[in-house]
């Protein structure tokens, strides 16, 4: 399998523009994640999905930012509109959903907002 | 609040000794714990984990001790090689919850 792909690895934009981030899970996996990671605060889960039903979106900061999971093979995380203290790095992560198995990476989107 | 606190940022080690990196929780709830390992431009990756019913658990040149009444734990590697120097966090949650709340990590350097 070619793990969590997400896309795209580098997004700059300017203040105010709508992004939109999007992840590919590993195929039969059923829950998926999306994760920030800040130097400040380290890896923030921001929601979690389980058989594309959001379970828990306590992370989400503010109402600029949705997310959905239209399929089993497909998730987005948008902001609209963006700010500066957004710039980060996004990371979405699957797992099988049983219990504790463990989540599953992809490599991030690195966000610049200016 | 961070639940969950890695409060040494780096660390460097000589290449062949003992990397010995740490975490402390404040959440009673969290029985299951877990550490993952990212190399720059990647995802982190799972390393190893520990169900608060064990005080150890080892795997290869890892181990990781859990100290529950100190709500500590920590993750030993031993011999280090250059392979190792990565960023590591630590995370935890509670048994059969996949929401994982992770420290801030720790940037392992091995010296050759």
């Known amino acids: 399998d070619a793990g969590v792909i997400q896309s795209p690895r580098h997004e700059v934009t300017e203040m105010g523009q709508e992004v939109t981030l999007r992840c590919k899970p590993i195929s039969g996996h059923n829950s998926l994640f999306w994760y920030r990671q800040t130097m400040m605060r380290g890896l923030e889960l921001l929601i979690y999905?389980?058989?594309?039903?959001?379970?828990?979106d306590s992370g989400m900061p503010e109402d600029r930012f949705s997310a959905k999971m239209p399929n089993a093979s497909f998730s987005t995380l948008k902001i609209q509109p963006s700010e500066p203290r957004d710039s980060a790095v996004y990371f979405c992560a699957s797992s099988l959903g049983t219990g504790n198995s463990p989540l599953h990476f992809g490599n991030g989107t690195r966000l610049t907002v200016t | 609040d961070q639940q969950v606190k890695q409060n040494s940022p780096s660390l460097s080690v000589q290449e062949g000794r003992i990397s010995i990196l740490n975490c402390d929780y404040t959440n009673s709830m969290f029985d299951y714990f877990l550490w993952y390992k990212k190399y720059p431009a990647e995802g982190p990756t799972f390393l190893i984990s520990?169900?608060?019913?064990?005080d150890k658990n080892e795997d290869g040149r890892f181990t990781v001790f859990l100290n529950k009444s100190a709500k500590h734990l920590s993750l030993h590697i031993v011999p280090s090689q250059p392979g190792d120097s990565a960023v590591y966090f630590c995370?935890?949650?509670?048994?059969?919850?996949?929401?994982?709340?992770f420290g801030t990590g720790t940037r392992l350097t091995i010296i050759p």
């Open positions: 999905f389980n058989n594309n039903v959001p379970i828990d």
């Open positions: 995370a935890a949650t509670e048994f059969g919850n996949e929401k994982l709340t």
């Open positions: 520990i169900s608060s019913i064990k």
